[in-house]
Each structure stands twice: as structure tokens, then as C-alpha cells.
């Protein structure tokens, strides 16, 4: 319903600007999906481990920012290479081992932290 006067917008275009077609695919709505946890389990991260190491463990704001610093320089040198790698092989199998390392990394650090998945 929402997506309808968008596709009727974007008939007879070549570039259109909202891929609807992806949208209304099966396999677009799992990418979609999959994109927005992704997405939010990374920003969460981001929020919460300077209040960590300061809260939690009493950094300083200088030394929690090196502590936080090798995450996002990880993304600037591991990026070039995914997409490197999604030229060569399957882009869904690129972003299904980098999620798998996401989700292994943020497990382990709520296992560090003493939080368990079974309750």
C-alpha cells in the first residue's frame, strides 16, 4: 500500500530513485531487515562502551577514546577489502561472515561482561 504510488511514480524510468522492486522482493525484505539489526546492534555498541569504560571500569575519556578507537579503524581497513572480496565472490556470503564476526565480537564482550544468553 505504501509502496504503490512510488512504483506508479517510477514507471518508464531507467534509474528510478527508490528501488521498489527491490522492496517488494522476498529476499529484499530479509537484506532490509537484516541491514537494520546489523545497523542498530553496531550504533548500541557505539553508545554504550564509553559509558563502560568510564562508568563501569573508571577510564578517562582519553584513555576510553583509545580503547574505542580500533573499532572503527578496523571498519576503515576492512572495508576496502569486503568490498574487494564481494566483487570476487558471493556478496552474501562476504556479509554473512562479517556479520557472523559482529555478532561473535558483541557476544563476546556481553560474556566478558558476565551477562549470559540463558537466563
Known sequence: MVLGPARLGHRGHVQPKLAVAVALDEGGHLAAATSTCSFVSQGLAFVTLPFLFQGAYGYTPF????????????I????????????????PLVSTVGLAVLA?????WLAALGFTMLT
Open 104 to 108: 561473535t565480537g558483541l557476544a563476546t
Open 76 to 91: 576503515v581497513i576492512c572495508a576496502p577489502l569486503a568490498g574487494r572480496l564481494a566483487d570476487r565472490i558471493s556478496p
Open 63 to 74: 584513555m576510553s577514546g583509545l580503547l574505542f578507537t580500533p573499532w572503527p579503524l578496523t
